[in-house]
């Protein structure tokens, strides 16, 4: 079992408010890969699809998934960048990453996040898909954003 760290009420509303997250795996000799996804959060775990999006392999044979495998250690970064840097700010949650399968307990609730989240899923069909589930385990924030989101602004 992995040790869950929990984010603040400060970090889960950035994390709520942003669309797009990069998320860094590696390889079993350590080369990293990162990529832009979009996820859901339900107060405890992010959930990322494997969608219908063009790709030029199977999703079970994507590099990320790949990595997971290898080394289910991985990196979420969220951040908001915007020439006023005083509404700079990021989230990064180091996680233990695993596929779920169609069967699996959480799947159906992953896929009920993410639609909700993003219109785009919903015509989709993920049922088939595997959904990388990430446990944060570490947690480092930075930034004025955050801040500021707590204050309502």
Known sequence: MH???P??????????????????TS??????????????????????PLDEKPKSVSPTRLQRVRNIQARPEVA?????YEDDWSHLGYVQVHCHAELIDPGHEAHAHALKLLRVRYVQYRAMLLEQQPVIMLTPTRISAWGPALNNQSKGE
């Open 3 to 5: 040790h869950q760290a």
């Open 7 to 24: 984010l603040t009420e400060t970090e889960m509303t950035f994390v709520r408010h942003q669309r797009v997250a990069r998320l860094a």
């Open 27 to 48: 390889d079993a000799q350590g080369t990293p890969h990162a990529i832009p996804v979009c996820y859901a959060f339900d107060g405890q775990r992010f959930y990322t």
């Open 76 to 80: 979420l970064l969220i951040d908001q």
